[in-house]
């Protein structure tokens, strides 16, 4: 699940993903499609929600935005998530990702 969101005032950019998170992992980074978002791993355990801050990095990483500009809207307690990310429309979200998740088959 991707949409993007254009505030009229401010003319500013922002992305809702979907993500699949997958913690505990061996090897922590982006898989790959899931359905209509993405699915990630992270070597944190869900506990305490040190997991969710994890895919929080990752992403702010991957995509190479400000950690702040990256937001957990729902699903602070499973692994299916919907994050916010700001300043990024779906094209760039999208071409980031499938090229870090091209990275992690190699």
Request: charged share 30%; net charge positive; glycine share 12%.
């Amino acid at each position: 699940m991707i949409s993007e969101a254009r505030l009229p005032c401010m003319q500013a950019v922002s992305t809702r993903l979907g993500l699949r998170v997958a913690p505990g992992s061996t090897r922590p980074g982006i898989a790959g499609r899931y359905g209509d978002g993405w699915k990630v791993r992270v070597a944190a355990p869900p506990e305490g929600g040190r997991a969710n801050e994890a895919v929080v990095r990752l992403l702010a990483e991957t995509l190479e935005v400000p950690r702040d500009d990256v937001t957990l809207v729902s699903g602070h307690g499973a692994r299916d998530k919907v994050v916010d990310l700001a300043g990024l429309d779906r094209v760039d979200v999208e071409r980031r990702l499938a090229a870090a998740a091209e990275r992690g088959r190699r």
